[in-house]
């Protein structure tokens, strides 16, 4: 069974700091996606990593993917206030379909 | 525009009924799926379908159902089965495998 597995699942970080998420997963599978989602609203696609070594940045969030480590992260740098949301990671568990194990999230505070 | 819309957003339903929440996505997707999500918690895949007619269990398709007569329309219902269904439903769609996958904006579900 695959199991996704993130941490830390709550983190509280002042505005200007840097930090990251990690995302670690039990099966082998070349697709992980990261996604964002705000209190009592869908989820936002971040980025979608397809393969060892991928690396997506967009503003001030980068997302990288490690398939031998099972192991993909997401950085925030110099956060600011509307980082604040709970960002998942989902990991596809087969090739021939997307059917996404997601981890339980890590939700995100930025204070000012 | 083009989207993902679910509905209703916002539904009460008394215990031993059934209830159906609607997905309708004008992306011409070819892959479409719902999702559960408990408060607190990541997403669980119900049901997902790849192609007009037909539609594979997820990890916690008890309790569920679901049509895909159309691209475009992917139902579900919530039988009087399901024993704990107070929770946020996400319907999403997908162009195929490996793709990113695009979420609607929920629908809550109470039972009261």
């Known amino acids: 069974e695959l199991k996704v597995e993130q941490n830390p699942l709550f983190l509280s970080m002042q505005e200007g700091k840097n930090y990251t998420i990690y995302c670690n997963y039990s099966t082998t599978s070349d697709r992980l996606y990261w996604y964002r989602q705000d209190p009592g609203k869908s989820l936002e696609s971040l980025f979608v990593l397809l393969s060892n070594g991928a690396v997506k940045q967009e503003g001030r969030l980068m997302a990288s993917l490690d398939t031998k480590a099972r192991l993909s992260t997401l950085h925030i740098t110099a956060a600011v206030h509307d980082l604040s949301a709970t960002y998942f990671c989902?990991?596809?568990?087969?090739?021939?379909?997307?059917?996404?194990?997601f981890g339980e999230g890590t939700q995100l505070t930025v204070n000012p | 525009d083009g989207g993902i819309t679910q509905s209703p957003k916002y539904l009460f339903r008394k215990e031993g009924q059934n209830v159906t929440l609607s997905c309708e996505q004008n992306l011409n997707h070819d892959a479409m799926y719902w999702y559960r999500q408990d408060p607190g918690q990541g997403l669980r895949l119900i049901y997902y379908s790849q192609i007009v007619n037909d539609f594979q269990k997820g990890d916690i398709a008890e309790g569920y159902s679901v049509s895909r007569e159309k691209k475009e329309s992917f139902p579900l219902t919530v039988t009087s089965a399901q024993k704990n269904p107070t929770a946020f439903y996400l319907c999403?769609?997908?162009?195929?495998?490996?793709?990113?996958?695009?979420f609607g904006e929920g629908s809550w579900l109470t039972v009261v």
């Open positions: 989902a990991v596809d568990k087969e090739t021939s379909g997307s059917r996404l194990t």
């Open positions: 999403a769609s997908s162009h195929r495998a490996g793709n990113t996958i695009y």
